[in-house]
C-alpha cells in the first residue's frame, strides 16, 4: 500500500529555578532546579507535542492547552503528549521516528536518556528504536550555559496509509 510521510517540528524554552523539579522527557530527573511552566514545564514534552501537532497541521499545544486554563496548572505534559499521538492515531498516521535534542548545562542527561526514550516509545506507540533523545551543553553561552534556561527541538515523521488530509 502507498505511504505518505509528514514531518513536524517543535522547540521548546523553560526557565529554571532552584527548588522547581526536573520533569523532561516525561521522567523525573534528580536536579536542585527544574524548569519554571504553568504546567510541569517539561520542554522536551511541549516540543514534541508541537511537533506531533505540527505535522498534523493542527496548531500547537497552546491552541490546545491554553496556559490561561487552570485545569493545565501544574498538569503532567505526559498527558499532552498522549493527546497529540492519539490524535495522529485517529487519522491513521504511525509514528515513523523521533528525534529530539535538549540543550541544557547540567546535569548530564546520559544516565537518563534510555529511560526518556522507553517512556515517550510507550506514549507514541512506537519502538524505542524509533525515538532519538540526544542532548548538547551550550558551551556556558547565553541564557542556557548560564543555567538559567532549558531548551528542546524535536522532529517528528509520521507515516499515513495513503495519500490524504489529515486535518
Ligand atoms: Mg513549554
Not at 530527573?29 to 514534552?45: Q, R
Not at 514534541?48 to 496548572?73: K, N
Not at 505526559?78 to 497529540?84: D, E, K, L
Request: hydrophobic share 40%; glycine share 10%; with cysteine.
Amino acid at each position: 500500500m502507498a505511504s505518505t510521510y509528514r514531518v513536524g517540528e517543535g522547540y521548546d524554552i523553560h526557565r529554571l529555578e532552584r527548588g522547581r523539579p526536573m520533569r523532561l522527557g516525561c521522567i523525573e530527573i534528580p536536579c536542585e532546579f527544574g524548569p519554571l511552566g504553568h504546567s510541569d514545564g517539561d520542554v522536551l514534552a511541549h516540543a514534541l507535542c508541537d511537533a506531533l501537532l505540527g505535522a498534523l497541521a493542527l496548531g500547537d499545544i497552546g491552541a490546545h492547552f491554553p496556559p490561561t486554563d487552570p485545569r493545565w496548572e501544574g498538569a503532567d505534559s505526559m498527558r499532552f503528549v498522549s493527546h497529540a499521538a492519539a490524535l495522529a492515531r485517529s487519522r491513521g498516521a504511525r509514528v515513523a521516528n523521533v528525534d529530539a535534542t535538549v540543550v541544557l548545562e547540567k546535569p548530564k542527561l546520559a544516565p537518563h536518556i534510555p529511560e526518556m526514550r522507553r517512556v515517550l516509545a510507550g506514549l507514541l506507540e512506537c519502538d524505542v528504536e524509533a525515538v532519538s533523545v540526544k542532548a548538547k551543553t551550550a558551551e556556558g553561552l547565553g541564557p542556557i550555559g548560564e543555567g538559567k534556561a532549558i531548551e528542546a527541538h524535536v522532529i517528528v515523521c509520521l507515516e499515513l496509509p495513503e495519500p490524504q488530509s489529515v486535518s
